[in-house]
């Protein structure tokens, strides 16, 4: 999908071939960490140069959002029970902390 020209404005900025590789990468990697190395329903979108990817379930949503820097890259989870919405951001992006809140969401 990142790589899709059709994805992105004419000015656009793409996201480098090396942080495509460190996704794929933590994706392969969180993984093993899934019940039955199994995702929620995905969606994945570039935007200015970074890549974001947002998983959706029954209770709640969990967005990667990766970017050149490293001090822009974070996860945010979003959980809904009735009326109550938690949500937050966790700096700490490595393969168990965002199969952590895959789990939870």
Do not use: C
């Not at 590789?21 to 039955?36: C, F, S, W």
């Not at 190395?37 to 969990?62: Q, Y």
């Amino acid at each position: 999908a990142v790589r899709d020209e059709e994805m992105y404005d004419i000015s656009e900025l793409r996201p480098r071939e090396d942080l495509i590789r460190e996704v794929k990468q933590i994706i392969q990697d969180t993984e093993h960490y899934l019940p039955g190395g199994r995702f929620p329903v995905t969606a994945v979108r570039p935007f200015d140069g970074s890549i974001r990817i947002t998983w959706t379930t029954e209770s709640g949503s969990v967005r990667l959002i990766y970017a050149e820097k490293a001090s822009d890259r974070y996860i945010f989870y979003e959980e809904t029970e009735g009326d109550t919405h938690n949500y937050g951001i966790v700096r700490d992006v490595t393969p168990l902390s965002l199969a952590k809140w895959l789990r939870q969401s």
